[in-house]
């Protein structure tokens, strides 16, 4: 390619070519459309999962409890790239073949599963245990006090660890493009290699943008409306 | 139970491997003993130039670049770097295209993690350290910054962690590092038992770092 970079019509030509993005940027909108997808999944299911377990470890059962620490541990040790590999590489050897769209999906919503249910029991551990014997001395069964008392505060609690949380693991759905998920990433990479221009791969990029910016500002907006009063 | 032994825990095949991913992992050990100190000196820098300077316009470009990292999948900024340079007509290492993805994206968490630090320390340290004669820079370097790091010492840890599982991404522009040496292993053997080893010894690295962090976040909860 270019012997002797570049004016800025050179530039343009390479990296904003009008001719390539007309070709593929329909291809790319349809990447958004996974990666939206795959990202509201993960977060549905990984934060109610994540509550699940944080509850599961309040019921003070100590085998239960090590469960969901070990769980908890490992899934946050494990590269999640690594994880979305072994499902879909290694697991298919032992018969349980899943799809790039299963797989990825798996792995992110284990992932944020173990840091939500990390950050929820935070909040459920900081509150003062005052709550839990008055919520019980009015009459309220343990389940009642738990889900109208601990939670709602213990939740309130754990909006900014967890946002930002969301905002990494949803980022995380690029690393499907690793085992040939057709979200925006790898649509985008073999659209360049098809046209011989990156041209795709900025606008990609641009659909990152324009997918991600709005959150990390949501992020940011609900981090200062959810301060905790002190 | 056969299939699963033979498949992921087949310890003839861990021993003819094991070496090469013992040079994987050293690769991935000294990729973020490089990778993490760059993110950590240029993260305080911007977090000092967000909240120390008196211009406007600077606090709101440092603003723009945090959002804009943060939002931007650093696999695509990699691939971005690694796979765009060439048109630029740039002749760009892996190792180089690595270490300034990284650089941008760490750059960014880093600086958040720092100005909450800088922030939490009450505004009468400096005027204190000021009026004892020391220079504004001085009183930066010896008073606020000791304090700020220390109280966010957790989170920046963990974000060290997210930055050693994150060196995982590299392995995409073939930089042979544990999980890339594990893949092209398990296409020779046929077996995945290579990538099964990888995952061991990822936890046997990041295990004791995360229960390290779960320590100190809950010392961290205490003395508040």
Redesign the interface.
Known sequence: ??????GLDQ?VF??LNAEVAALYWRDIARGMGVTALLSAAVVAAGLALGLALAVLRSLQVRALGWAVIAFA??L????????I??FF??FP???LSMSAFTATWLALTLVLAAYAE?SIW?GI??LPPGQTEAARSTGLSWWQTTLSVILPQALRLAVPPLTNRI??VT?????G??VALSE??NVS?SA?SNAG??TP??L??GA??LL??P???FA?WLETRWQWKR | MDALIQNFFNLAIYREVFPFLLRGLWTTIWLSLLVIPIGLVSGLALALLGTQTRHRWLRFAVAVYIDFFRSFPPLVLLILIYFGAPFLGLDLPKLAAVAIGFMLNNSSYFSEVFRAGIESVPGGQMEAARSTGLTRWQALRHVIVPQATRNVLPDLVGNGIEVIKLTTIASVVALPELLRVARDAQSLVYNPSPIVLAALMYLALLWPLVRWLSRLEHRSRALR
């Open positions: 390619m270019g012997d002797t970079p570049v530039f390479t990296f541990d490992i946050r040790a494990l590269p999640p790239l690594v994880i590999i072994v590489f290694a050897f032992i018969d990390e935070a551990l900081a905002i990494s980022k995380n759905t690029a690393l493009s690793v925006i990433l990479q360049t221009n990156p791969l900025m990609g990029a990152y943008l991600f910016i959150v990390v500002l940011r």
